[in-house]
Antibody
Framework: QVQLQESGPGLVKPSESLSLTCTVS????????WSWIRQPAGKRLEWVGR???????DYNPSLSSRVIMSVDTSKNQISLNLSSVTAADTAVYYC??????????????WGQGTMVTVSS | DIVMIQSPLSLPVTPGEPASISCRSS???????????LEWYLQKPGRSPQVLIY???NRAAGVPDRFSGSGSGTDFTLKISRVEAEDVGVYYC?????????FGQGTKLEIK
């Protein structure tokens, strides 16, 4: 059974870059597609972007100028880099295994999430 | 982007009673393959979201049959036939037709 574990700095200063890692266990990272999804406190879920098994990426247009997603197959990790952060980027960030097309549910496995606060 | 609107946003329910949540999309979620790419997720308190329903009416593995989904085009409904205490949490509809995937505002179900 695939399991996901997000990790990151917890606190990031405004205008700096946020870097998160999602470690995958129980399966090969190169066999699946992956998404990052975030949730500001008390707000709806927001899809950040996805990276396909091929390495192709899709980003939410609202964030695309600041987002880079990548995979490290040697470590079985997915990475998210979000540049020029502001307080609006404060959220719980989830990584999720992504099924495309979504014939069994788009996000069938989620990590437990990691909280990121943007503050000086 | 496809906008997803849910109602109600708060839903107090007595155990054993039914519950219903509506979700409307800003455009049809019908794809050329004849399927509607509408999903429902439940986020229990302190937990990550989990998929409940996909393709409008298909229950994900392990989801009790008291949960059902229906709808077509732009209007969809999630129903719980008899609410149990373990059903508390926030329910989100989500469109998986086109990236960016988009979610509704969430409906918080609580027990009376």
């Amino acid at each position: 059974q695939v399991q996901l574990q997000e990790s990151g700095p917890g606190l990031v200063k405004p205008s700096e870059s946020l870097s998160l890692t999602c470690t995958v266990s129980g399966g090969s990272i190169s066999s699946f597609h992956w998404s990052w999804i975030r949730q500001p406190a008390g707000k709806r879920l927001e899809w950040v972007g996805r990276i396909f098994a091929s390495g192709r990426t899709d980003y939410n247009p609202s964030l695309s100028s600041r987002v880079i997603m990548s995979v490290d197959t040697s470590k079985n990790q997915i990475s998210l880099n979000l540049s020029s952060v502001t307080a609006a980027d404060t959220a719980v960030y989830y990584c999720a295994k992504t099924v495309v097309p979504s014939v069994l549910g788009a996000f069938d496995i989620w990590g437990q999430g990691t909280m990121v606060t943007v503050s000086s | 982007d496809i906008v997803m609107i849910q109602s109600p946003l708060s839903l107090p329910v007595t155990p054993g009673e039914p519950a219903s949540i509506s979700c409307r999309s800003s455009q049809s979620l019908l794809f050329s393959d004849g399927k509607h790419y509408l999903e429902w997720y439940l986020q229990k308190p302190g937990r990550s979201p989990q998929v409940l329903i996909y393709l409008v009416s298909n229950r994900a593995a392990g989801v009790p049959d008291r949960f059902s989904g229906s709808g077509s085009g732009t209007d969809f409904t999630l129903k719980i036939s008899r609410v149990e205490a373990e059903d508390v949490g926030v329910y989100y509809c989500m469109q998986a037709l086109h990236a960016p995937y988009t979610f509704g505002q969430g409906t918080k179900l609580e027990i009376k």
